[in-house]
């Protein structure tokens, strides 16, 4: 019932945002824990959720520190579903200590409060299809192994290849704990796991040009401005479809719980990075040809083998095309490049 209160963290983030969006024109209410009061601020004052005119059904409570013990006791209270979207975090160094181990502490600490909380029905956490595909099979070595949600990476203690191998290892983490607390507690409430590939599309939570270009949308995005690097994996879906199994895995108890769910375009292995280039050509030609879209980059990208068919048979959905999630990225860039010389030319 759309009355019910669901919770929703890291709704100022790319995923988390849309999910929210989805809620709002659902009729939930919705209560979206933030980090500090200017972050409540920015999330209700965000063009696309004021557009759901949702004051009365969305709370914005502060939690400074997500890690604690007890840190959601209180957001909590009466609350129905629960969707655990926390935005990544970027970790200049120690990555063990600021990316690692906030995911795993983050995660147990929601789940150990959900435990005292009896009115939860369901938890949703999302996670990364960097917890099945071993790390070496990113950049480095092929394999014709086909990956699904059953699979798990084992977890790396040492980062030499930055960043991103750390944040693969946080979700690694963040999931092992998941479901050792699914096996030791065996709670009232089930748990599902979304398993997302490199996520395109329009990002909503961006209202500005410098804040547009960030996070996943780049790795297919920036080939187009000139980019050029090995760019890892070639697995993406659309943000529509992570936000919708996202709601529909917290909401629709007859979706299997205590489990996990991989979303990924297939079929399996056909899709390249480097395809953002020819997607933008014939959908933009005119901007290409003016310069705005140069299109002089290339990522190049590892074939994987990733098979979500399972997900689109549970949910009943079937996932749009990186295609369609470049195409709609690449039409929010005009957008906001349009309005900015517009601007320039008032001025």
Same mark, same amino acid.
């Given at each position: 019932?759309?009355?019910?209160?669901?919770?929703?963290?890291?709704?100022?983030?790319?995923?988390?945002?849309?999910?929210?969006?989805?809620?709002?024109?659902?009729?939930?209410?919705?209560?979206?824990? $933030?980090? !500090?009061?200017?972050?409540?601020?920015?999330?209700?004052? %965000?063009?696309?959720?004021?557009?759901?005119?949702?004051?009365?059904?969305?709370?914005?409570?502060?939690?400074?520190?997500?890690?604690?013990?007890?840190?959601?006791?209180?957001?909590?209270?009466?609350?129905?579903? $629960?969707?655990?979207?926390?935005?990544?975090?970027?970790?200049?160094?120690?990555?063990?200590?600021?990316?690692?181990?906030?995911?795993?502490?983050?995660?147990?600490?929601?789940?150990? !409060?959900?435990?005292?909380?009896?009115?939860?029905?369901?938890?949703?956490?999302?996670?990364?299809?960097?917890?099945?595909?071993?790390?070496?099979?990113?950049?480095?070595? !092929?394999?014709? /192994?086909? *990956?699904?949600?059953?699979?798990?990476?084992?977890?790396?203690?040492?980062?030499?290849?930055?960043?991103?191998?750390? *944040? !693969?290892?946080? /979700?690694?983490?963040?999931?092992?704990?998941?479901?050792?607390?699914?096996?030791?507690?065996?709670?009232?409430?089930?748990? $599902?796991?979304?398993?997302?590939?490199?996520?395109?599309?329009? %990002?909503?939570?961006?209202?500005?040009?410098?804040?547009?270009?960030?996070?996943? %949308?780049?790795?297919?995005?920036?080939?187009?401005?000139?980019?050029?690097?090995?760019?890892?994996?070639?697995?993406?879906?659309?943000?529509?479809?992570?936000?919708? $199994?996202?709601?529909?895995?917290?909401?629709?108890?007859?979706?299997?719980? %205590?489990?996990? *769910?991989?979303?990924?375009?297939?079929?399996?292995?056909?899709?390249?990075?480097?395809?953002?280039?020819?997607?933008?050509?014939?959908?933009?030609?005119?901007?290409?040809?003016?310069?705005?879209?140069?299109?002089?980059?290339?990522?190049?990208?590892?074939?994987?083998?990733?098979?979500?068919?399972?997900?689109?048979?549970?949910?009943?959905?079937?996932?749009?095309?990186?295609?369609?999630?470049?195409?709609?990225?690449?039409?929010?860039?005009?957008?906001?490049?349009?309005?900015?010389?517009?601007? /320039?030319?008032?001025?």
């Amino acid at each position: 019932m759309a009355s019910e209160l669901l919770l929703i963290t890291g709704a100022t983030g790319f995923i988390g945002i849309k999910i929210l969006g989805l809620a709002l024109e659902a009729g939930y209410h919705v209560r979206a824990p $933030v980090r !500090s009061e200017a972050k409540a601020h920015s999330l209700r004052s %965000n063009k696309y959720i004021a557009s759901f005119a949702a004051d009365a059904r969305l709370e914005t409570p502060v939690i400074e520190d997500i890690t604690i013990d007890g840190a959601f006791d209180d957001a909590l209270k009466g609350v129905t579903y $629960v969707m655990q979207v926390h935005a990544r975090c970027l970790a200049p160094s120690e990555y063990a200590a600021q990316l690692v181990e906030p995911a795993r502490k983050g995660t147990t600490s929601l789940l150990y !409060s959900a435990l005292k909380t009896p009115s939860i029905k369901r938890v949703v956490i999302t996670s990364s299809v960097s917890v099945v595909l071993e790390w070496k099979y990113w950049f480095r070595e !092929s394999t014709d /192994k086909v *990956y699904t949600a059953a699979d798990r990476a084992p977890f790396e203690t040492e980062y030499p290849d930055g960043e991103f191998q750390a *944040y !693969s290892a946080s /979700k690694i983490a963040a999931l092992a704990a998941t479901e050792a607390f699914v096996e030791m507690e065996k709670p009232r409430f089930e748990v $599902v796991t979304v398993l997302p590939a490199f996520v395109f599309g329009r %990002n909503e939570a961006a209202e500005e040009l410098g804040s547009l270009m960030h996070g996943s %949308n780049t790795i297919g995005f920036g080939q187009v401005l000139g980019n050029k690097m090995n760019i890892g994996p070639a697995a993406t879906c659309h943000v529509d479809d992570v936000a919708a $199994v996202h709601l529909k895995a917290a909401t629709d108890l007859s979706i299997p719980g %205590n489990r996990a *769910y991989m979303i990924s375009t297939g079929p399996p292995g056909e899709i390249k990075i480097a395809d953002a280039l020819d997607v933008v050509k014939k959908f933009f030609p005119e901007r290409v040809a003016d310069g705005t879209l140069p299109c002089t980059g290339f990522h190049d990208s590892q074939r994987v083998l990733c098979d979500a068919s399972e997900t689109e048979k549970v949910f009943g959905i079937k996932f749009k095309s990186y295609e369609e999630g470049i195409k709609d990225f690449t039409a929010q860039y005009l957008e906001f490049v349009d309005a900015s010389l517009g601007a /320039k030319t008032v001025v």
